[in-house]
C-alpha cells in the first residue's frame, strides 16, 4: 500500500505534533569520547562526517499513531581550534550539520510520512582545561568545564508539524574529568541542557521545556599514535515540556551505549568509526541505533 501523506486537519496535526516533540529528547543527546582530550596549542582539527540512523518511536497509546518509524540521514563538517590563554588550554569546537529525515507510521490507522532535508541547527563548543596533572609518570589528570550552545539557524516554519531546527537556543554547561594512566583512559562528562522558549511553535504556540540532565563516561585505549578504539555509556534525564503552560509528561529517561574507533591513514589524516544504540526507558520515547564515519585532518 503506497503511503499517503500527513492528515491535514487540525485535529489530527496536533495530535501528531505533540506525539513527536515528546520523542524529541530521544535525540538530544551525543555520545563524544576524548572531548577532554588536550590537543596541543595551535592545533586545527577539521572533519567531513557521515551518519545514519534508523529507529522506532513510540507514542502515548491514548494516541492513534502507532508503529512510527524514523530514518535520518546527516552530513557534519566539524572545525576544532586549540589555544592557550596565560596557563589555560582552551578548544573551540564548531559543527555544520546537514540532514534528511523520513518519518513512516500509521495515523488514524492509515499510512503517513513526511520528509525533511536542509540544514540543522550548528552547534558551537568552548573549553577549558580547569586543572592538568601528573602524579606518577605516564599517569595524568585533566580537569576541564566547557559550554556549548545549539543555534537556532537549521530550517524551521512555524505552519510545519516537522522541522530540522528547533527555533530556539539549547545551552549546555559541562563538566568533565579525564584519567589516563599508560594507554587507558577513563573520562566522564556531566552536562545540563537548557533551553530557551520556543514562541513560534506551530501556529502561534509556545513550547517550553526544563532541563535535561546528562551523565556519560568512556573507556579509551590509545594502541599507537592515531589508533584508538573506546566503549561508552550515558544516561539522560527530565527535560519536560509544555505547550501553551500545558504539561505534556513527556520528561525523558534514555540510554545510550556506544563503540568508536580512530584509525590513521597518514601523519595528518585518520578516518572515525562509531556506532551508537539510544533506548528509552519511558513508554514514550525513541530507540535509535546510529552508524557514523568521519575524515579527520590535523594542520
Not at 540532514?99 to 495515523?107: C, F, N, T
Not at 594502541?223 to 578504539?229: D, M, Q, S, V, Y
Request: a neutral charge; one cysteine or more.
Amino acid at each position: 500500500m503506497k503511503a499517503a501523506s500527513f492528515k491535514s486537519t487540525r485535529t489530527s496535526r496536533v495530535i501528531l505534533l505533540l506525539a513527536l516533540f515528546a520523542c524529541h529528547n530521544a535525540f538530544t543527546q551525543d555520545l563524544e569520547p576524548r572531548r577532554w582530550t588536550p590537543l596541543p596549542a595551535g592545533s586545527n582539527v577539521a572533519a567531513l562526517g557521515y551518519a545514519r540512523a534508523e529507529g522506532d518511536i513510540a507514542f502515548d497509546p491514548v494516541l492513534t499513531i502507532e508503529n512510527a518509524t524514523v530514518e535520518a540521514d546527516a552530513l557534519l563538517l566539524s572545525y576544532v581550534h586549540s589555544f592557550k590563554l596565560g596557563d589555560r588550554s582552551f578548544r573551540v569546537d564548531a559543527v555544520l550539520p546537514w540532514q534528511s529525515k523520513h518519518w513512516v507510521g500509521l495515523l488514524d490507522g492509515e499510512p503517513a510520512e513526511v520528509t525533511r532535508t536542509g540544514l540543522a541547527d550548528p552547534l558551537l563548543r568552548l573549553s577549558v582545561n580547569l586543572l592538568d596533572s601528573s602524579s606518577a609518570p605516564n599517569t595524568r589528570t585533566v580537569v576541564g568545564g566547557a559550554i556549548a550552545m545549539s543555534l537556532p539557524l537549521g530550517e524551521y516554519k512555524e505552519d510545519r508539524l516537522l522541522n530540522l531546527g528547533q527555533n530556539r537556543f539549547s545551552v549546555r554547561p559541562q563538566i568533565g574529568v579525564l584519567h589516563t594512566r599508560g594507554p587507558w583512559s577513563f573520562e566522564v562528562t556531566g552536562s545540563v541542557f537548557l533551553y530557551t522558549d520556543n514562541d513560534e511553535f506551530f501556529n502561534g504556540n509556545k513550547r517550553e521545556q526544563g532541563p535535561l540532565y546528562a551523565l556519560q563516561a568512556h573507556l579509551v585505549h590509545v594502541f599507537k599514535p592515531g589508533l584508538w578504539a573506546s566503549v561508552g555509556m550515558a544516561y539522560g534525564a527530565d527535560g519536560e515540556s509544555t505547550i501553551n503552560g500545558e504539561s505534556k509528561n513527556d520528561a525523558a529517561r534514555q540510554f545510550l551505549a556506544g563503540i568508536s574507533v580512530g584509525v590513521p591513514i597518514s601523519k595528518r589524516q585518520g578516518l572515525k568509526l562509531a556506532y551508537v544504540r539510544s533506548r528509552s526507558n519511558t513508554d514514550v520515547g525513541g530507540d535509535v541505533d546510529t552508524l557514523a564515519l568521519a575524515l579527520t585532518t590535523f594542520f
